[in-house]
């Protein structure tokens, strides 16, 4: 029934780690296979450049297609997922944010995991960037805590502020950051996104340093899009590629965003998150979550998710409405 309703609305699969033994949250080898096989068996899998390609080319979306992206370009996709789709023949979109592979720079949300796992005790109490931050012992439970409450802190600031921020917390805790990325959070090479691109894996852009877009000024935006297109061109070749938002919550793009993606010839672009929407904005097409939670795989794989919005839209907004047209 979902299949029937959903059959011309893509579903587009959110991931960003892959692990072995399984991580809460992260995919593991074992259930990214049952989930990769189980698409292959019952949907169309794209990539995302070639689900628009296809749109553009008959005027509507293929039938029972489904999309499988990777966010960030850690090395754990090269080493769990790639030999799986490879496996079963499916293809998938990647989004590099170039100066991590470039090696420049970590995900700033890892620099506050790497602070954490050093953390047994907090010796004084002390005021940063407006957060305060409490002295006492730090056990699993205190690290997780923190955790949250110090990536929440960095996404509400500006980009700068938030490197101020993270920066502040090592110096405060007297820690200081490698040189070069811990292998637990390092990126893929452009030899291995090579090999990828030549089976059939997309590689998109996902900016330059990974910031909120809708947090940086409008030359600070445009330069991220466009150089990330300008480094994943001279190392991957000129091709059609599509964007993702980085975080890609509402407040992390605003109305310049997909107009300056357009711009840069992405053919389309994605956020971290599904509702009613689905993908009919070229520029800002939802996602639906996947990683090691089955049930909310089937949900989101089945079409069942994005149906709970449209029904949950239409009731919300017309009370009375009913339903006479399927979308
Ligand atoms: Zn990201």
Redesign the pocket.
């Known amino acids: 029934m979902a299949k029937h309703i959903c059959k011309h609305q893509p579903r587009i699969l959110m991931y960003?780690r892959f692990s072995n033994p399984p991580v809460t949250g992260w995919a593991s080898p074992d259930y990214f296979d049952r989930q990769v096989k189980y698409i292959k068996d019952r949907y169309n899998p794209y990539s995302l450049v070639e689900l628009l390609q296809y749109q553009r080319e008959f005027g509507k979306m293929p039938p029972h297609a489904v999309v499988i992206t990777v966010?960030?370009g850690y090395r754990d996709f090269y080493d769990y997922a790639f030999p799986i789709l490879r496996k079963y023949n499916v293809p998938a979109t990647l989004?590099a944010?170039t100066g991590f592979i470039d090696g420049r720079l970590w995900?700033w949300p890892d620099k506050i995991t790497w602070i954490l796992e050093r953390l047994n005790y907090i010796p004084n109490d002390f005021l940063i960037n407006s957060l305060k931050v409490k002295s006492g012992p730090v056990d699993d439970n205190g690290r997780r805590e923190l955790w949250k409450q110090w990536v929440a802190h960095a996404l509400l600031v500006s980009d700068e502020e938030k490197h101020v921020f993270i920066r502040g917390l090592a110096d405060r805790l007297g820690l200081v950051f490698p040189d070069s990325i811990p292998g637990a959070f390092a990126p893929l090479s452009w030899n291995q996104l090579h090999e990828m691109q030549a089976f059939g894996i997309e590689i998109g852009g996902?900016t330059v340093t990974?910031p909120s877009l809708g947090r940086v000024s409008p030359a600070q935006a445009r330069s991220e899009i466009f150089g990330c297109r300008d480094v994943l061109k001279e190392h991957l070749g000129e091709r059609e590629r599509t964007f993702?938002y980085?975080?890609?919550q509402p407040s992390d793009f605003n109305d310049l965003l997909p107009e300056l993606v357009r711009e840069a010839g992405f053919l389309g672009a994605v956020t971290a998150f599904p509702d009613a929407v689905g993908t009919r904005d070229r520029y800002l097409m939802r996602r639906h979550v996947s990683g090691d939670d089955m049930f909310q795989f089937h949900k989101a794989v089945s079409g069942v998710e994005w149906l709970g919005h449209v029904l949950r839209r239409e009731y919300l907004l017309k009370p009375s409405y009913i339903a006479d047209e399927a979308e």
Do not use: S
Request: aromatic share 8%; proline share 8%.
């Open positions: 960003h966010d960030d989004f944010t995900l996902h990974h993702c980085p975080n890609g």
